[in-house]
C-alpha cells in the first residue's frame, strides 16, 4: 500500500528499520544525550532559542494541544481561536471543556484568512491567540505575518498547532514572537504517532507555566521540564518513536533543513501543476507544502478515495464533514518524490474514469 496521506506518512527505510529493533531502556545517560541532541536540532530547525522549553509527552497532537491549554491559560483569560476547519474546532471544544472564554474568527469553506477578519476584534481585550497554521482539514496556510502583527500590538500570547506545518513550511518560532508551538511525530518529522512536543519560549514559561496550577498529573508541563534538564521525562515515553524522532532530525540535519523543504515544496508544485489536466480544482487560498485538497467537480470524492485503495492499493486522505465526497487530500512529505506524483495521477485519472462509467 502506497500512502500519500498526511500522518502516519510513507516513511523512509531508515526510520522503518529502526522500529525493527529492541526498544532500549531509557533511564540511562545514553538515551538522555540522544533527547538532548535531538531537542537541540528540534529548536534549531523550529527557529528558537535553547532557553525555550520543550515538553515531550507520549500523547497524539490533540493531546499536546489540551496540555499546552491547560498549562498556559485558565478561567481568567480570553482567547481568541482561528477557526477555518476540525482543527480550529478542536481548539475551541478544549476552551469550552476547560471553561476558559473565546471568541472565534469562524472561515467559511474555501475563505482566505485576511486583515478583514480581525477588524471586529480591534477593540476587544485578548489574552492570547490560538491558531492551527496549517488547518489541515482544508490544506490553508494562514499568513503568519498578519496574526503576528495583530498578537504583537494587542499583547497576546501567540500559540501555534504547527502539528502539519513544521518541517514541510519554513517555520521561525522567534522571528514571529510565537510564544508556544505544537508539534506531533506522525505529520512533519515522518515517523510513526506516539510523541508529541510542546515548545514554549523564555516569557510565557516565566511569566506563566512555571507558576501554573494545572489540576493533572499527567499533563502538569513543570515536572516534564524539570526532569528534561537531565533529557528525561517524569513517565515512560514512546521510547521506540524517540529512538525514530533522532534519525528523522539527524537526516534532516545532514540534508539541510533548507534542501528539505525545498524538497516538499517542489514535489508539492509538481502535483499542483500536474493535476491542472484532471477534472478538479485546487483552492484558491494560501495552501501548505504539506498537502493539496483535490476539489472534484461531482460528489465523487469518497468513491475515488475507494476504487484507489482497493483496486491500485494507494491510500489518500478523505475529507471530513460537509466536503466528504467533493474533496480528498493528497499528502507531499515523507517517502516521496515528483517520480510519485507521475504514478499518483495516472491511477487517479484512471480511478476517476472508473467511478464515472460506473454511474
Ligand atoms: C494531525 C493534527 C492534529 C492532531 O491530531 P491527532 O490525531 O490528535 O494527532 C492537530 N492539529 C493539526 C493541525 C493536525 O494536522
Do not use: W
Amino acid at each position: 500500500m502506497r500512502l500519500f496521506t498526511i500522518g502516519p506518512v510513507e516513511m523512509l527505510e531508515e526510520i522503518k528499520k529502526i522500529g525493527s529493533n529492541n526498544v532500549p531502556y531509557f533511564r540511562t545517560t545514553e538515551f538522555s544525550k540522544i533527547m538532548l541532541e535531538s531537542d537541540r536540532l528540534l529548536k534549531k530547525f523550529m527557529g528558537t532559542a535553547e532557553s525555550s522549553r520543550s515538553i515531550y509527552l507520549t500523547a497524539s497532537g490533540s493531546g499536546a494541544m489540551e496540555a499546552a491549554i491547560m498549562n498556559c491559560f485558565s478561567m481568567q483569560d480570553k482567547l481568541l481561536i482561528i477557526n477555518g476547519g476540525t482543527f480550529g474546532q478542536r481548539f475551541t471544544d478544549i476552551c469550552m471543556i476547560h471553561k476558559i472564554p473565546y471568541e472565534e474568527i469562524i472561515l467559511q469553506p474555501g475563505e482566505a484568512l485576511t486583515t478583514k477578519h480581525f477588524i471586529p476584534f480591534e477593540k476587544h481585550s485578548f489574552t492570547g491567540l490560538l491558531v492551527n497554521i496549517d488547518e489541515t482539514s482544508t490544506g490553508q496556510l494562514y499568513d503568519i505575518n498578519l496574526i503576528a502583527e495583530f498578537c504583537q500590538r494587542k499583547k497576546l500570547y501567540l500559540m501555534v498547532d504547527a502539528i502539519s506545518s513544521f518541517l514541510c513550511d519554513p517555520y521561525i518560532m522567534d522571528f514571529y514572537g510565537i510564544d508556544v508551538t505544537i508539534i506531533s511525530s506522525q505529520k512533519g518529522l515522518c515517523v510513526p504517532p506516539g510523541i508529541s512536543v510542546v515548545v514554549l519560549n523564555q516569557r510565557i514559561f516565566e511569566e506563566r507555566v512555571q507558576y501554573k496550577d494545572v489540576q493533572s498529573l499527567y499533563f502538569d508541563f513543570k515536572s516534564y521540564i524539570k526532569n528534561f534538564e537531565r533529557g528525561q521525562t517524569p513517565f515512560t515515553p514512546a521510547v521506540g518513536i524517540c529512538m525514530q524522532m533522532s534519525k528523522a532530525l539527524n537526516l534532516i540535519a545532514e540534508e539541510g533543513l533548507e534542501v528539505h523543504l525545498d524538497h516538499i515544496a517542489a514535489v508539492a508544485n509538481d502535483f499542483r501543476q500536474k493535476i491542472q489536466n484532471l477534472p478538479v480544482k485546487i483552492p484558491e487560498y494560501p495552501l501548505s507544502n504539506a498537502i493539496t485538497p483535490v476539489i472534484f467537480e461531482k460528489n465523487i470524492a469518497y468513491k475515488v478515495f475507494q476504487v484507489l485503495k482497493e483496486k491500485y492499493d494507494i491510500m489518500l486522505n478523505p475529507t471530513g464533514g460537509i466536503l466528504h465526497d467533493r474533496v480528498l487530500r493528497v499528502a507531499h512529505i515523507g517517502n516521496t518524490d515528483v517520480e510519485d506524483n507521475k504514478e499518483l495521477i495516472y491511477y487517479l485519472e484512471k480511478a476517476i474514469r472508473d467511478v464515472n462509467s460506473h454511474d
